[in-house]
């Protein structure tokens, strides 16, 4: 496991962590908090790409520079040569790491990841194709840690189906996936552990079962042109908007009762997830839902 024992990073006259002490166990783990939260600070210590001004970190009591050879790692925004292809900058990364992996298998990370033939230059791909090349080389070799900045950001519905899917190989007691994200959903839905950050200071490290289990309200994303008439009912407590969908929150326990009335006026919910407070201010929707007018 990783250990922190009082790590702290500053940069100037600026603490971007402050005195952080938690484990992060085997399996998936999820590491949220609003821009500017030390997120990416995090990633980048735990990596041993950057060292704590104060603190330690280990990974089963070895300091983290100890397991570069084992890791892969995702930028967000991943840095590659413009005028490479995929399989020469692929081939490139790989050279440059501890325990290169055969030709073959970076063949065949790129064919699992479904990136352009050869010949296509990485100046020429689509955000989403660059991050699937960034995919790639995180997984390649299969790594026993993996750690992912903002993963799912930029890229493409299948995309993001493969890499959910690649999450389930990491849920054993000897790997690690740990990423960072502001899709609340994908959070609650993927990551055994959850690991909340504000200001460089730690909220909340637990398993997401534990704040599942205490959330109140259920949220329902409903088609945009539903009536507001229909929402005028003592089982909704707040009506938003979320894009093209209208959103109503509703009591937990009163959920069954709302789709029964929902499915009485031929209405089924686009999708519903559980309101967890600890995470809402991390959520998108704080930032750009608005309320609706009954």
Request: hydrophobic fraction near 40%; charged fraction near 25%.
């Amino acid at each position: 496991m990783f250990e922190l024992v009082e790590v702290t990073k500053k940069y100037r006259n600026h603490e971007a962590l402050k005195q952080l002490r938690f484990v992060i166990e085997p399996g998936v783990t999820a590491v949220v908090g609003p821009n500017g939260a030390g997120k990416t600070t995090l990633f980048n210590i735990l990596t041993g790409r950057i060292f704590p001004t104060c603190g330690t970190v280990f990974y089963n009591g070895q300091p983290v520079e100890k397991i570069r050879g084992n890791l892969g790692y995702l930028f967000e925004d991943p840095p590659f040569y413009p005028y490479l292809t995929a399989e020469n900058q692929l081939g490139y990364f790989n050279a440059l790491r501890e325990y290169p992996v055969e030709a073959h298998e970076v063949e065949r990370e790129l064919e699992k990841w479904d990136i352009p033939p050869k010949g296509k230059k990485i100046k020429d791909f689509s955000q989403g194709m660059r991050k699937r090349l960034g995919l790639a080389n995180a997984f390649l070799g299969n790594p026993q840690i993996v750690i992912l900045d903002e993963p799912f950001n930029g890229l493409d519905l299948e995309g993001q189906q493969l890499l959910e899917d690649t999450f389930v190989t990491y849920r054993s007691k000897d790997r690690f996936l740990i990423f960072s994200s502001h899709q609340l959903e994908r959070i609650t839905l993927l990551a055994d552990r959850i690991v909340i950050l504000d200001q460089g200071r730690l909220v909340y490290t637990g398993e997401t079962k534990e704040l599942a289990e205490q959330a109140t309200k259920v949220i329902f994303y409903l088609p945009g042109d539903i009536s507001m008439d229909l929402l005028r009912t003592p089982l909704v407590l707040e009506i938003g908007k979320r894009g093209v969908w209208v959103t109503a929150a509703v009591q937990k326990e009163k959920g069954p009762l709302f789709l029964q009335h929902l499915a009485e006026h031929g209405i089924v919910p686009q999708s519903s997830r559980l309101l967890i407070s600890e995470l809402e201010y991390v959520f998108e929707e704080k930032q750009v839902s608005r309320r609706l007018p009954y």
